[in-house]
């Protein structure tokens, strides 16, 4: 069968790799065309366009680039609909996925999956209207959406399990570098390590990252070490960094985590590999306006946290430094409390294994390409 996917980000990349994969184990005559990235292009394929290409955060980026976004739109829909595929899966990445949806839902009878749902329980949940609309079949990975879908709006979806904890199982099961070897490799001390988790878009960097070095540069006795995200250079990095000693290394974000004493992180599927890695965190999420985002959060948010640790906790497990609560003192004050304080550290690892339950084995891309595959055959 032909299948088409469409992700906008580096983490969308990374799951539907699997996805991919895990399809070809169920399909052997499976043929890709994609919107993605690399790693997806290392599975097999035709890719399209680049998600480098897609992806923009923020008001004014994508009102900069409406005219690049919507040439993108136009497209990928032309695409579809010339390559006529036996379905369209989305990954994540809503504002761009739900309107080629709607696109593929008017003007085909192609089926349309929904792999890694949107979060629309967070905000947006008028969008349930779009997705009953125009998703044939939704495959969530987040244990609690279940009954968000089916128990709130009475739209019946697939819990597959949650591809990180795949990822995080297979690299633990494979890794064996040794702590001295980790060091050496990189060119770092014997020091304790501070990871910095900074998010993997520009503006994220931007706002993230000084608050972030200016705060963790307060502990000598320990080295801060910087994962570089895919695609950012070192050259943009090296803008906010200044006088700052920090290291950063490339394509090593989870060899960095299992070698770090604690870690800054950002918002999103990062906290999740930090918890799984079993490394405490303090979540850092700076917004420009702080003070407004934070009357948003409390009166237009529909969660009480913004991290996939707590979310999946269903209870404050990490500390989420966000809007006008992420300040260079907050952010001392609970990496002191992080690194120094045994029993906050243990009560956070007893948390991160009562989250790690909730999820469920892995298995996630299998289960998942098995449930696609089964339904496409059954509806012919």
Known sequence: MKYYLIVGEASGDLHASHLMAALKQEDAQAEFRFFGGDLMSAVGGTRVKHYRELAYMGFIPVLMHLRTIFANMKRCKDD?????????ILVDYPGFNLNIAKFV??????PVY?????????????RIKNIKRDVDELFSILPFEVDFFEGKHQYPIHYVGNPTVDEVSSFCKGYTESHEAFLQKNGLDARPIIALLAGSRRQ?????????????S???EYQLVLAGAPGISPDYYAQYIGGEKVKVIFNQTYPLLRHAQAALVTSGTATLETALLRVPQAVCYHTPIG????FLKRHVLKVPYISLVNLIANREVVKELVADLMTVDQIREELHRILYDETYRNQMLAGYDYMASRLGEPGAPARAAH?????????G
């Open 291 to 294: 003070k407004v985002i934070a």
């Open 114 to 126: 929904y792999y890694i749902s949107p979060k629309i329980w967070a905000w947006k949940e008028y």
């Open 80 to 88: 579809i609909v010339a390559w006529q595929p036996d379905v369209v």
């Open 371 to 379: 449930l696609m595959v089964k339904l496409l055959k059954q509806k």
């Open 204 to 216: 994220e960097i931007k706002d993230n990252l000084p608050d972030m070095l200016r705060a963790a």
């Open 105 to 110: 839902r008017a003007h085909t009878h192609i």
């Open 218 to 220: 307060d502990f000598p």
